[in-house]
């Protein structure tokens, strides 16, 4: 017996005790990590009466292998209809029709958010004097931007058309010899990201959001996304949050609306991260910034993601690291990443009872040294262990 997740009229999710969730379990060391965060997914849910009924999906080179499709319409089915997902890292297949099958499902389901939030767990190896000041949470836009990608390639017919069409109506000159990719950025794009992000810090006791932007080069694009988003605060969160220009710096109570350029961006979240709570920016800056932040804490073995659309109730979490390949079947690399991908996954769905519990759990684990290669290299008298003998360490201190 097990019950489907589905989205209110009231536009929050309704989640059951035994929901059913399918997930992909991951090419090359999605074999090692899947079943080893699963072990503790389901045990701390267990621990607050709930069970997950897994169901599995397939993607990725397992996919191609056994069924000849990279992305099978079943699984794209299956996400569509049980609105909430989990997967492993999958090959991006190498020429061929399909980019990339993470920015496929993106699409797909129009997934308009990537979440990314970065923070520190006490004892985890990092390259900075002070990563406790780290806690952001990256609400990256997921749709448009260079993303789009609206790219014709140097040397072809479309780029010479395209290069004589932007002369002729627009003036603009452009070599020859140029790719040309274009740049979309929408009020549509922006607000709803923009919208997630202030919601999210207001629910969760956020103190600010930062839009994150390239306006000062790009005013129509970038400059635009940062106009909207104040816009936005002025329209549909007026009584929650205030943007800087309309409360001199000083919101009281409110969340604080606050904007920032890229490149200082990238530079302050190293000097002043504790300046940085919830952030909200355009697709590219996004890329850039999540993996910047999640280098001081620890770096990709364990940050975890979420590809959101908050309007449907289309959710899928997943590893933000790729298929490590070289390891694949060792039992060697760290389940950090998608497990916690899971706890992000539960504290959407409300459960974060659980959530808490593993965090909990991982953080008494790293305390008692007691972790996977990537951390034992990095510490001092740390005892190595497998990537199952890290979940089961965890599962124990649940
Ligand atoms: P990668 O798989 O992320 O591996 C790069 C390095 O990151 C590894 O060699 C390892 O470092 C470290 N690493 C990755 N996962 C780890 C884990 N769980 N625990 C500890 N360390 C970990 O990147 P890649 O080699 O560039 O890409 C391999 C394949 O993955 C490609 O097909 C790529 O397209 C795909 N990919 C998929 C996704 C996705 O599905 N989300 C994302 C990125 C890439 P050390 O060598 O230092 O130990």
């Not at 448009?144 to 932007?166: F, N, S």
């Not at 549909?236 to 409110?254: I, N, Q, S, Y």
């Not at 002043?272 to 850039?288: E, H, Q, S, W």
Request: negative net charge.
């Amino acid at each position: 017996m097990s019950a489907m997740i589905t989205m209110g009229a009231d536009g929050t999710l309704h989640v059951p005790d035994d929901p059913v969730i399918p997930f992909i379990q991951g090419d090359g060391t999605g074999i090692d990590i899947w079943p080893a965060a699963r072990s503790v997914l389901d045990a701390a849910a267990a621990r607050h009466g709930r069970t997950i009924a897994w169901k599995e999906v397939l993607a990725g080179q397992r996919a191609y292998d056994e069924t000849g499709d990279w992305l099978p319409q079943e699984t794209v089915a299956a996400f569509r209809e049980h609105l909430i997902g989990i997967k492993g890292p999958l090959t991006t297949p190498v020429g061929g029709g399909i980019r990339s099958l993470n920015v496929a499902l993106r699409q797909v389901l129009d997934l308009y958010v990537c979440l990314r939030p970065v923070r520190w767990f006490q004892g985890v190896p990092s390259p900075v004097k002070h990563p406790e000041k780290v806690d952001m949470v990256i609400f990256r836009e997921n749709t448009e931007d260079i993303y789009a990608g609206l790219e014709v390639e140097q040397g072809t017919p479309e780029a010479k058309r395209l290069i004589e069409l932007l002369l002729d109506e627009m003036g603009w000159k452009i070599r020859p010899d140029s790719g040309v990719g274009i740049k979309p950025v929408s009020v549509t794009g922006s607000k709803r990201l923009v919208r997630a992000a202030i919601a999210y810090a207001v629910e969760r006791g956020r103190r600010s959001v930062t839009l994150v932007h390239k306006g000062n080069i790009m005013k129509y694009t970038e400059g635009a996304f940062r106009n909207w988003g104040y816009e936005l605060t002025r329209e549909e969160f007026a009584d929650v949050a205030v943007g800087w220009d309309d409360c001199g710096g000083d919101p009281g109570d409110r969340v604080l609306v606050k904007d920032a350029i890229a490149d200082i961006t990238l530079q302050q979240v190293l000097t002043r991260p504790d300046d940085f709570d919830v952030i909200a920016t355009t697709n590219l800056n996004g890329d850039y910034l999540s993996d910047a932040v999640a280098a001081q804490v620890g770096g990709i073995g364990i940050a975890p993601g979420g590809n959101i659309n908050y309007v449907t109730g289309h959710g899928i979490f997943e590893a933000t690291h790729g298929t490590a390949p070289k390891y694949a079947g060792q039992d060697k690399v760290n389940p950090g990443s998608v497990l916690l991908s899971g706890v992000l996954m539960f504290e959407h769905l409300g459960w974060t009872d659980a959530a808490a519990d593993i965090v909990r759990a991982l953080e008494a684990t790293i305390a008692e040294r007691i972790v996977t290669y990537d951390f034992a290299r990095l510490m001092d008298d740390a005892t190595e262990v497998k990537c199952s003998e890290f979940a089961a360490a965890i599962v124990d201190r649940l």
